[in-house]
T-cell receptor, first 114, second 116 residues
Framework: DAKTTQPPSMDCAEGRAANLPCNHSTISGNEYVYWYRQIHSQGPQYIIHGLKNNETNEMASLIITEDRKSSTLILPHATLRDTAVYYC???????????????FGQGTILTVHP | DVKVTQSSRYLVKRTGEKVFLECVQDMDHENMFWYRQDPGLGLRLIYFSYDVKMKEKGDIPEGYSVSREKKERFSLILESASTNQTSMYLCASISPRGRERNQPQHFGDGTRLSIL
């Protein structure tokens, strides 16, 4: 699976948009971009994923550049409860010899301030 | 809604004990995983299973074994617990079938295990 690079930490004011970047310059054509977050002492929570088109769900938006070498997770109106470690992961779809296992890096610690 | 349930959130055991961590998923997923998570080391794969009674070693299988007798249940066993196995243990599942192949892994809430 392709390696990802994220800033170690970011701050955001409550109510503002949080934009979390991720570089994945070695991504291959069949690899998806996944975002998870982990609040202290809990299991990772899935947020969103995409292949090449921008995606939006009730939690966030995912913007993938045209060359797919980087992406940005957008939390449109951050709240204090969004304070967590955010992980960007690149992975092929499960199946065949790819069992879908994940490799988490260090992620970005997002702190949302009042 | 998807659900992966781990039997205990917190567990304290003694060195040398045999420890069982249980995980159940209700999504009919074929693939299940056990990870451990330690500060500064990220998430590391211990074992995974792609079918009932089938298992594969992950990156750090030493000191652990697993059991998958039923599709929905995947157990992690510490044969003789040691203090360096104190960690957060996470179970996850995914389906490799058809349209579900690109769907995300879903995780349980984790078991924080302390070995004294």
């Amino acid at each position: 699976d392709a390696k990802t690079t994220q800033p170690p930490s970011m701050d955001c004011a409550e109510g503002r948009a949080a934009n979390l970047p991720c570089n994945h310059s070695t991504i291959s054509g069949n690899e998806y971009v996944y975002w998870y977050r982990q609040i202290h002492s809990q299991g990772p929570q899935y947020i969103i994923h995409g292949l090449k088109n921008n995606e939006t769900n009730e939690m966030a938006s995912l913007i993938i550049t045209e060359d797919r070498k980087s992406s940005t997770l957008i939390l449109p109106h951050a709240t204090l409860r969004d304070t967590a470690v955010y992980y960007c992961i690149v992975r092929v779809a499960a199946g065949g010899t790819s069992y879908g296992k994940l490799t988490f890096g260090q992620g970005t610690i997002l702190t949302v301030h009042p | 809604d998807v659900k992966v349930t781990q039997s205990s959130r917190y567990l304290v055991k003694r060195t040398g004990e045999k420890v069982f961590l249980e995980c159940v998923q209700d999504m009919d997923h074929e693939n299940m995983f056990w990870y451990r998570q330690d500060p500064g080391l990220g998430l590391r794969l211990i074992y995974f299973s792609y079918d009932v009674k089938m298992k594969e070693k992950g990156d750090i299988p030493e000191g652990y074994s697993v059991s998958r007798e039923k599709k929905e249940r995947f157990s992690l066993i510490l044969e003789s617990a040691s203090t360096n196995q104190t960690s957060m243990y996470l179970c996850a599942s995914i389906s490799p079938r058809g349209r579900e192949r690109n769907q995300p892994q879903h995780f349980g809430d984790g078991t924080r295990l302390s070995i004294l």
